[in-house]
């Protein structure tokens, strides 16, 4: 009988499985998924499908950035505790394939596409052996959120076409700019022959440089690659075809020769609000932040959305995606945007962290503010 009573007893101070259930984030900590395992979805995005996020992020390994195994893939209704659903998009065996294992591999989104019927995955993609040298985007389809993804193709971006902005009398500028005369970098004279379209000249035929990257779907359902171009110095916003797949060949130049990257989007009562970063590597530096009231701009610069400590440093990470949590499980939340960043660790990738912050308004303008731990719910 007393050895029932201790059995009872030990039972009953176990916690049971929804008491172990997170209910809180807590930014730059281990975040377990279901298995307890640290989750390793890196540089990611979350889409909302039916009740159920799904968050796509890069593999990485222990000592190496390269791409060793793909896209990962994570399944949550309250978007605190997640399921690992595995490997979303594998990298392949097979030598010279563009996704061969080895290659880079970065900043994977998806967005569902209601018409096909398909999921759509982008990437940054650099070809294995190669460095940062081919900076392409890649693109992948599923008929079902968690994969697995097929591989359709890789390139370089918008061959052949101008910028919408680029009418006859920028065309005639960039006529008469001459590579030879702006080898030397950071010059005056070089910034401004950057703005008016150096790089995009030099890139024109072979396609635009594509790196760091996000997607998104505006409320007429127009989807929007927005990526890093120029040598990272100009992002690029390019509009999508009806199934997502490929450009239209339509792009726009945001804040040319401004050096942003990490680029995360979200459209607030009518106004597009677009939070990147500097290029600094895998150091983080301060956010940057800019809004225009239609996806081709004109673009406005703000301040630093971040507030405490090491706000100027984006709180140690990076941005890589906002996320829209209204409506979900998590709908008694008073916010309706978390931005979400990477904490890099380059010398132990597989140990790099996330943070995940409510996004507040102020004056009319998104604030970001570090908390230790917050309730989605709350
Ligand atoms: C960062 C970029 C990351 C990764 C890294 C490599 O600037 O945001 O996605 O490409 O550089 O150094």
């Known amino acids: 009988m007393r050895k ?5 007893a030990f039972l009953l101070a176990l916690p049971s499985a929804a008491q172990s259930e997170r209910r809180t984030v807590r930014s730059g900590e281990l975040w377990p998924d279901n298995t307890g395992v640290h989750i390793n979805a890196h540089g990611g995005g979350v889409l909302k499908y ?49 996704i061969e294992r080895g290659c880079i591999l970065e900043r994977p ?4 596409n209601p018409v096909t019927k398909q999921f759509c995955m982008w990437f940054h993609l650099e070809l294995k052996g190669r460095g940062y040298d081919a900076a392409r985007y890649g693109v992948a389809v599923s008929d079902r959120p968690e994969g697995p993804y097929r591989f359709l193709y890789s390139q370089r971006a918008d061959a052949g076409t101008w910028p919408v902005e680029f009418g006859e009398k920028e065309l005639a500028t960039i006529d008469t700019l001459n ?29 635009q440089m594509s790196r760091d990257m996000t997607l998104f779907v505006d409320d007429d359902g127009k989807a929007y690659h927005i990526f890093s171009s120029e040598d990272n110095l100009t992002l690029h916003i390019a509009e999508l075809t009806g199934d997502y ?57 703000h301040p630093n959305p971040c ?14 995606y906002i ?21 890099w660790r380059p010398r132990h990738p597989s140990d790099a962290r996330y943070i995940w912050l409510p996004i507040e308004f102020e004056d009319g303008k998104p604030v970001i503010r570090w908390r230790d731990e917050w309730d989605l719910c709350e």
């Open 323 to 343: 996320l829209e949590i209204v409506n979900s499980k998590s709908s008694n939340s008073r916010y309706r945007w978390v931005f979400m960043a990477d904490i």
């Open 109 to 112: 989104k998806v967005i569902y």
């Open 50 to 98: 039916g009740d159920t996020y799904y968050w796509f992020g890069e593999h990485k390994s222990d000592h190496t950035s390269a791409a060793l195994v793909g896209v990962t893939c994570y399944a949550s209704t309250d978007l605190v505790n997640w399921r690992n659903c595995g490997v979303a998009l594998s990298v392949s065996d097979e030598k010279g394939s563009d």
């Open 179 to 207: 590579a030879d005369n702006f080898k030397e970098q950071w010059t005056p004279a070089w910034l401004e022959a950057v703005k008016q379209g150096l790089y995009v000249k030099r890139d024109f035929g072979t396609g």
């Open 4 to 8: 029932i009573c201790i059995l009872l």
């Open 245 to 301: 797949l490929h450009h239209t060949g339509h792009y726009t130049r945001l804040a040319p020769a401004g050096h942003n990257e990490a680029p995360a989007i979200f459209k607030h009562e009518g106004t597009y609000w677009m939070i990147t970063s500097g290029c600094t590597g895998w150091d983080p530096n301060e956010a940057r932040m800019f809004s225009a009231t239609s996806i081709w701009g004109p673009w406005t610069q």
């Open 307 to 320: 507030r405490g400590p090491k706000a100027e440093l984006t709180f140690g990470g990076q941005s890589t």
